[in-house]
């Protein structure tokens, strides 16, 4: 679980109605809470923590320490405060001061992402236009107007969409499939919460690339970048067989020479090296050099439409797309070994 420290009172998010705990002075016990009201950069409005007619703080007890906290779009947060005033002549509420200084813990493995990012959802037949405002490797928040979304939207909880995203510097769009497993109303748009599920693997590497470049993937899944440079190799060979004369090789032949090779005997050795993934994902990648070697021979020998025919029967966009699920496999298998043994 990540930790971290902000100062800067944008970043503060709570909103009316989040449920509170509260630990009152020394006391060890955590009380209930209800935030009900805020001045922002001044104080906060809260329910009474406390049985009825037994109030934690009494009207005399100003000045007393609070320390509170709180979830928020998967994140905890916690953050110190002083009882500013007692209100009994109504509701018993306290005001307490704002927050100078707010900690955040992340509980979601995979961090989210604020963003703009167009995108359609596929639901019941029906696309709905709208985007998404905050993604990460599991999930994402869309958002889009009323008159946008079909009336039955909430009748497909629980069941499997489609979202097909505009990624910054990515043609066309990219499409995952999802399961539905919220829908929040407000006045003028509807919320979609969706986990993202059984994503193809090239198009979970185009997603795991954005979100490498936005530097909001944890450190454990930053291999996405050795599967983009495996895609560019994949792709200066094509280019290379495919070439109507001889042109200089501009790409590693050998297993051991190209980035993924090199990063599997070193970084990724260290990482999934006790994986069934990863022994198979290193013989997957020694083979498809093996054959790709064959068809250069093949051109060099002269025969170049020969050469295409072999490799283009080699399907090595389909290996390609198999190394990159096993990394992940490998990946997604040390994720939750760690989780069972935490």
């Known amino acids: 679980m990540e930790h971290k420290s902000h100062t800067n009172l944008n970043l503060f998010e709570i909103e009316v109605g989040t449920q509170l705990q509260l630990q009152v002075g020394q006391l060890t016990g955590r009380l209930e809470s209800t935030l009900i009201g805020i001045r ?77 990012l167009p995108t359609r959802v596929f639901v019941d037949k029906q696309v709905i236009d709208g985007s998404l405002a905050d993604i990460s490797r599991t999930g994402a928040h869309f958002i889009c107007t009323k008159s946008e979304l079909v009336s039955n939207i909430a009748e497909h909880v629980n069941e499997s969409i ?45 997603l795991l690339s ?63 090296s006790d994986t069934e993934s990863y022994q198979e994902l290193d013989k997957t990648h020694r083979e498809l050099h093996q054959k790709v070697a064959a068809a250069i021979k093949i051109r060099e020998d002269g025969e170049i439409d020969k050469s295409i025919d072999f490799f283009n029967q080699l399907d090595i966009q389909h290996i390609s797309h198999k190394i990159a699920a096993l990394l992940i496999a490998a990946d997604e298998n040390i994720v939750a070994a760690k989780e069972q043994s935490s």
């Open 162 to 206: 489609q979202l097909d995203i505009q990624l910054p510097g990515s043609d066309g769009y990219t499409h995952v499939v999802g399961n539905l497993r919220k829908v929040q109303a407000s006045s003028d748009k509807f919320e979609l919460g969706i986990r993202f599920e059984n994503i193809e693997p090239i198009e979970l590497t185009k």
């Open 210 to 272: 954005f979100l490498l470049d936005a530097n909001a993937l944890p450190e454990h899944q930053k291999f996405s970048a050795i599967i983009q440079k495996h895609y560019d190799w994949k792709e200066k060979v094509f280019n290379f067989i495919h070439a109507d004369k001889n042109e200089k090789q501009n790409f590693a032949l050998s297993p051991d020479e190209c980035d993924l090779g090199k990063w599997l005997s070193s970084e990724g050795k260290s990482l999934y």
């Open 40 to 116: 922002a950069g001044k104080y906060l409005i809260i329910t009474m923590p406390g049985e009825s007619g037994q109030p934690a703080i009494r009207p005399d007890e100003t000045g007393t320490s609070l320390v509170i906290r709180y979830i928020h779009q998967g994140n905890a947060y916690g953050f110190k405060s002083v009882v500013m005033d007692v209100i009994t002549s109504t509701d018993r509420l306290l005001v307490i001061s704002y927050p100078f200084q707010v900690e955040i813990f992340e509980l979601r493995n995979y961090p989210r992402l604020n963003c703009f």
